[in-house]
């Protein structure tokens, strides 16, 4: 018997699960707050268990033809401009996780899967539908929207972000946890910037509480910017337009290099990152969540994305077969799931011990990193970048 299944939030992971559920013959149904289905944002990096999700999914190589194929991620010392480490990221690198790493425009990665979902009869796309909650029984569930309007399914999917709706009532947890770290991110085109600067790396800047990424996208059109700082900040922000000046002042320690590629940036914009705990389930029933509205994790990993891919892939093979038990099934993807990404939170946590110690503490980050050959990093970095199974 076939499901209809709900999915609460038209982003990334919503989409990808609606691919991942209806490719096995069930129908779904994405509802999205927004009046249209779009995505905001800049700059995103894919490890290749992003790939191994998206050729499941059928858009991998749609999403490769609008990619930037990075040479390496570079560590360079934020204050004194000199390099730390690096890690390859072509030929062998490529060979032994089976895919690449790469850089996208979010809307490179989201217009492939909104454009998959269109070309499918059994997804049903419904832009201006915000859900303000749920009900369920032994027969299914109902998805209450804003408008008064109720919707019945048989499965209900909250796929709604880090301030989740279906969140909300299933686990009450509050709001998301404040970093006290701001981001400020800017999109430049590459034809302003220096050709002895146009890099084809990920290259992160670390200073003393504050670091600073850039690489490209957009076909190599557009150079992304984004500087973290460890300011404490204590209130959430998100998108808020922001001084250029006010910018350029965060970062006075940054040396030279660092400094000309951050002065580029323009109509720069700030959020105050936050995450969450791990939780210790996220499935009630014939309800569960995904992605960030179920592990919500900080930016310093580059792996959100990539684990909502993973889990929207890993939701669908829970669907493949006749449909019976599906409370069930719905929390063998849960155990499938949960430790995995609690682990992706952690680290994403902990790697701020990475990019913003100072003084004795960042000399010997610099020996240790400097110390790794390409194999050990690449050892290191396997059960991320190599799926679920480890690469």
Not at 51 to 80: H, K, N, P
Not at 202 to 216: D, I, Q, S
Not at 309 to 329: K, N, Q
Not at 332 to 341: E, H, M, S, V
Request: proline letters at 5%; glycine letters at 12%; charged letters at 20%.
């Amino acid at each position: 018997m076939s499901a209809h299944v709900l999915i609460v939030g038209g982003g990334i992971g919503g989409l990808a699960a609606a691919l991942a559920v209806v490719r096995h013959g069930h129908r779904v149904t994405v509802l999205e707050r927004h009046p249209q289905f779009t995505e905001l944002g800049a700059g995103i990096q894919l490890a290749p268990n992003a790939f191994e999700a998206l050729d499941q999914l059928g858009v991998g190589d749609e999403v490769r033809r609008r990619a930037v194929f990075i040479d390496e991620l570079r560590l360079m010392d934020g204050t004194t401009g000199k390099p730390v480490a690096a890690m390859p990221l072509t030929d062998r690198y490529r060979q032994r996780f089976g895919n690449p790493y790469v850089v996208v425009h979010r809307n490179d990665l989201y217009r492939p899967l909104l454009a998959a979902c269109g070309g499918v009869a059994g997804v049903q796309l419904r832009a201006g539908a915000a859900v303000t909650g749920y009900g369920q029984d032994e027969a299914g569930v109902t998805a209450r929207l804003e408008t008064g309007e109720e919707l019945r399914g048989d499965v209900l999917i909250g796929a709604d972000g880090i301030r989740s709706v279906v969140r909300r009532q299933l686990i009450g947890d509050g709001e998301p946890l404040v970093s006290g770290h701001t981001i400020y991110r800017s999109l430049i085109p590459m034809r302003l910037v220096p050709d002895e600067l146009r890099w084809n790396t990920v290259t992160l800047w670390a200073g003393p509480r504050w670091h600073f990424v850039h690489y490209p996208v957009s076909e190599g059109e557009l150079l992304n910017l984004a500087a973290v700082r460890d300011d404490g900040a204590t209130e959430a922000v998100v998108g808020r337009p922001t001084e250029r000046r006010h910018v350029l002042g965060e970062f006075a320690q940054m040396s030279d290099v660092a400094r000309q590629l951050l002065e580029l940036g323009a109509e720069w914009r700030s959020w105050v990152l936050c995450d969450r705990d791990p939780a210790p389930g996220w499935t009630d029933g014939r309800v569960t969540l995904l992605g960030d509205a179920a592990h919500p994790m900080l930016q310093y990993a580059a792996q959100g994305a990539c684990m909502a891919l993973e889990d929207a892939v890993r939701l669908g093979t829970v669907f493949a077969g006749a449909c019976d038990d599906l409370p069930g099934r719905l929390a063998c993807y849960q155990a499938a799931r949960l430790g995995r990404t609690a682990r992706a939170q952690l680290t994403s946590r902990a790697m701020t011990g990475l990019y913003h110690p100072a003084g004795p503490d960042a000399w010997r980050r610099n020996e240790m990193l400097a110390g790794l050959t390409a194999d050990q990093m690449y050892e290191k970095v396997a059960w991320l970048h190599g799926g679920p199974d480890g690469g």
